[in-house]
């Protein structure tokens, strides 16, 4: 995403061209550019000058909605209720930790809004910069 970031505004990027400059398998990229492309954060065109590009301007692009893309959600706790249906937890009702992950998930979740692609794709003093403002 950082790699399509940088060159935002340019024509199609082959997964090729990204796998070479990123140092990565083109099966590797390849998996993780269907996952942002079902998430609609890139999309694709096939044929010779085909490739990919991002759905939007990289400003407009989260960390977040790249992690949920790649991983799902930031923070599963296992008490939360989507997640209680696959494991049962015996003290759902008494348990001081749900509390404390539910807070740890919230805290992720507003960082990982706070940072976008742009930020991401800027070089790494400047971002540095940023990082000593978040509180």
């Known amino acids: 995403m950082v790699y399509l970031a940088q060159h935002h505004g340019r024509e199609w990027i082959s997964i090729k061209e990204i796998a070479k400059e990123e140092n990565y398998s083109v099966a590797y990229i390849e998996k993780i550019l269907q996952a942002l492309r079902q998430a609609n954060l890139v999309t694709s065109q096939s044929g010779n ?7 939007r301007c990289p400003s407009r692009i989260t960390l977040r909605q790249i992690i949920d893309a790649l ?5 599963d706790a296992f008490c939360e209720p989507q997640v209680r249906e696959e494991i049962v937890c015996n003290h759902i009702c008494m348990c001081g930790a749900k509390p404390i992950w539910r807070k740890t998930k919230e805290v992720l979740d507003n960082f990982f809004d706070s940072i976008n692609l742009e930020m991401m794709a800027k070089p790494q003093a400047e971002v540095q910069t940023f990082m ?4």
Do not use: A, M, N, P
Not at 49 to 55: D, I, K
Not at 71 to 75: A, D, I, K, N, P
């Open 49 to 55: 000058h085909g490739g990919y590009v991002l759905t």
């Open 132 to 135: 000593l403002r978040v509180k």
């Open 71 to 75: 991983e799902g959600s930031t923070f």
